[in-house]
């Protein structure tokens, strides 16, 4: 097998020439001498290592191979929010055209940078991933040497608020407000079953058993959807508080079938319209600052558990974690209550 050669061209670029696995002559180009040869070393080194480089795969391309391998081992919405991030920033970005086997980290610093004039550091960290992850998928399919993301440290993310508890009396507040309202039971729901906002209006009344007082979450509404919880933890079975389970009762009566907020066809009240026509609604009835989230309410009701000193384990079952170290990475800072246990502990066991 020949172990190639390189010559300078009459324009003055220098060019590597060797043969590939299938006995084919390549050609590389390069601007001085030791770049040539160092382009001969690596095409040699991936002939000898197997790896058939994709010299016209560009980063789109990457991307999209990327997205179809994904398609069905992720849920919908996951895969909606990756297509969309390909399709917007980067299928649209000079970047997308870029040759992967070209792609360097000086380009995707650059491009980072530029994106963080218009997007978020966590909606741009997102990109990062995204493409890290395409480029990994090359990498194990010996199309690609190295993964030019590697050398790449993405933004810094910066939460845009600080996390948002309402206090025991501004939940009371609010459930009083809310008290025989057509919203009643979702925001109820939010505020003593920890719900999403998805989960809470995707619930119908099949998934209510008020004899054994629980409810069973088994999808989520997004974009007028029904997906299945984005996780097995998600989907999970709850015993209803007594507040909740009273409200429930109220209003039994007038719907036993359907969507717990039915709009006028029976369809699933949307995100959206909630927010608009129940949650800022009942947030100004009641006196309460309107820029508080419905996720407030989770939050809330995740920091008076773990404040009651309810195991962390039951906790993160409760709010549907994958496992309890995403509720203490989330809610650690709120566990106030809980050094004086520790330091309880402490003497029980010194004496």
């Known amino acids: 097998m020949s172990e190639g050669s390189v010559y300078r061209r009459k324009d003055g670029r220098w060019c590597c020439k060797w043969k590939d696995a299938n006995n084919r002559w ?6 001085t001498k030791s770049e040539a040869k160092q382009a001969l070393r690596e ?15 560009t980063l789109t391309a990457a991307l999209e191979q990327w997205l179809e391998n994904m398609e069905g081992t992720v849920s919908n919405r996951t895969w909606t929010n990756r297509e969309s991030l390909v399709r917007i920033h980067v299928k649209s970005h000079a970047i997308g055209s870029i040759r992967l086997c070209k792609l360097t980290p000086e380009h995707l610093r650059a491009y980072y940078r530029e994106k963080l004039h218009t997007l978020s550091p966590a909606t741009v960290a997102r990109l990062h991933d995204v493409i890290k992850k395409a480029c990994n998928e090359q990498v194990r399919a010996r199309t690609l040497r190295h ?4 050398g790449v440290t993405p933004p810094r993310t910066h939460h845009s608020r600080d996390m948002t508890i309402l206090t025991q009396q501004q939940v009371k507040l609010l459930l009083e407000t809310v008290r025989g309202s057509r919203y009643e039971v979702i925001i109820v729901l939010g505020a003593t079953c920890a719900l999403r906002v998805g989960e809470a209006l995707g619930l119908r009344w099949e998934d209510v058993d008020l004899t054994a007082g629980t409810i069973s979450i088994r999808h989520t509404l997004w974009r ?21 389970l009273d409200c429930l009762l109220s209003v039994s ?19 959206e319209n909630f927010w608009r026509w129940g949650w800022k609604l009942a947030l100004r009835k009641a006196g309460l600052d309107e820029s508080l989230h419905y996720h407030d309410l989770r939050h809330g009701a995740a920091s008076l558990l773990l404040n009651q000193s309810v195991p962390l384990p039951v906790v993160s079952k409760f709010l549907g974690h994958a496992d309890p ?3 203490m990475r989330i809610y650690a800072h709120v566990m106030d209550g809980t050094s004086g246990i520790a330091a309880q502990g402490i003497d029980s066991a010194l004496r």
Do not use: F
């Open 26 to 31: 390549k050609y590389r180009y390069r601007k």
């Open 43 to 57: 095409a040699l080194r991936d002939r000898d290592d197997n790896i058939m480089t994709a010299d016209k795969l």
């Open 147 to 150: 993964n030019p993301t590697a």
């Open 224 to 244: 007028g959807k029904l997906y299945a919880p984005k996780s097995v933890e998600s989907r999970r079975t709850l015993k209803l508080p007594q507040r909740a």
């Open 253 to 271: 009566n007038e719907a036993s079938e359907g969507y717990l907020l039915p709009t006028c066809n029976g369809t699933p009240v949307a995100a």
């Open 325 to 327: 170290s995403v509720t």
